[in-house]
C-alpha cells in the first residue's frame, strides 16, 4: 500500500500544490504594491496560475518573473487601458445622476451604464490572462478578450461568480476570511488558479499544435 507521504501521493501533491499557491500570492503582492506595475502583476499571476493547474510548473518565482518581465510593457499600457475604461464608465454614471433627467432616460442611461460595466468588466476578466497566453498588442489583445468572453458566455460567467464571490463574501462577512488575511496568504493566487482551467480550456481552442496562433487567424467572429 502506497504511504500518503509518497512524494506522488494525493495529499503531498495537495500540499505542494497549495504551498506553491501561497508563494505565488506572496509574491503577487509584493510586486503589487507600486500600484503602475499591476498589469505585469496580473498578467504574471494568471501565467503561472495556469502553468501550476497543467502542472507544467518547474519553479513558481521563476516562471512568474519571467512572464513579469516580458509583458511589463504590454501588460502596463493593458492596465492603463482597462483603467480608462473605467474611468469612463465611473463619469459617465456621475453625469447620469448629476444631471435632471426624466425617468425614462435616466433609467435608460444607467441600463446602458450598467450593461457596458458588464461588459468591461468581462474583458477585463480575460485580457490580462490573454496576455500572458498569445503575443499580440493591447489593441488586439481587448478585442479578442470582447469575442471570447461574448463567445464563451457561459464559462465567463463562471469566471465572474468565482471572482467576484469571495469579494462579497469578504465585504459581507469578513470573518469568513479572517479580516482579508486569506487574501494576503492564498485569495489572489487560488481565485486565478481556480480560473485558470476555463482559461485554459478556451486558450486550448484557439492554440494549434507545437504554436501559438492568434485569435484571428484561430476564426473568432
Known sequence: MRSIFDANSPLLRFLTRVADLMILNMVFVAT???????????TALNYTAMKIGTDE??????????SFRANFRQATLLGLAVAFLALVLGAWYVAVEVLELSAVAQFLL?????????????????AFPYLAKFDDSVRDVLNNSRRMSARHL???????????LPVVITVFYPAA???????FLIGFAGTAF?????????????????ATVSVESAGVN
Not at 485558470?196 to 499544435?209: D, E, L, R
Open 57 to 66: 510548473c518547474e519553479s513558481v518565482t521563476g516562471d512568474y518573473f519571467r
Open 32 to 42: 503589487s504594491v507600486p500600484v503602475v506595475t499591476l498589469g505585469a502583476s496580473l
Open 194 to 210: 481556480v480560473n485558470g482551467y476555463a482559461f485554459t480550456s478556451i486558450f486550448g481552442k484557439y492554440i494549434a499544435p507545437q
Open 154 to 164: 457561459g464559462t465567463s460567467l463562471t469566471v465572474l461568480v468565482v471572482t467576484a
Open 110 to 126: 444607467q441600463a446602458i451604464c450598467y450593461l457596458a460595466a458588464f461588459r468591461v468588466v468581462l474583458v477585463a476578466l480575460y
Open 177 to 183: 476570511t479572517v479580516y482579508g488575511l486569506l487574501w
